[in-house]
């Protein structure tokens, strides 16, 4: 990916929060919401917007809808506060890679739980003592008369 689509896709991800908090009061979007991700295509025709809402599953589908009917309202807001040649056309969807990482976070928590011995922590090797600093002479140092 180039440069110039990564700074569009945090200009994006910056000015669609922004939106998110300060302009539209939809009610279905109640929840924490946070985009977590842009992703532009080359030609910067469309974006796919990742966006985590936090609570339950008809929350997150409420807050998906919410932000779906919102897309026009945004992206003529962005036309407004962007100079850009195109302003990319918004599509929405879930990023459940939070959720995924704190699952996976339970898990690790339960199996340390389950059994200590088997913790990464306890059956690691000591680390190697640092070796001293070796001094170096310098060759090349030519020392001066007083």
Known sequence: MSRRIDRI????QQEISQLLAQQINDPRLKGVISITQVST???MRNARVSLSVMGDKKTQDDGLAG?????AFLRRELKERLTLR???????QIDNSLENADRVVQVMNRIQELSPELSPLSS???????????????RNHVPRGN
């Open 9 to 12: 896709n945090g200009l994006l």
């Open 67 to 71: 932000i779906r009917s919102a897309a």
């Open 41 to 43: 295509s080359s030609d």
């Open 124 to 138: 690691a090797p000591a680390a190697p003592a640092p070796m001293d600093a070796q001094v170096v002479p310098n």
């Open 86 to 92: 195109y302003v990319p056309f918004l599509s929405f």
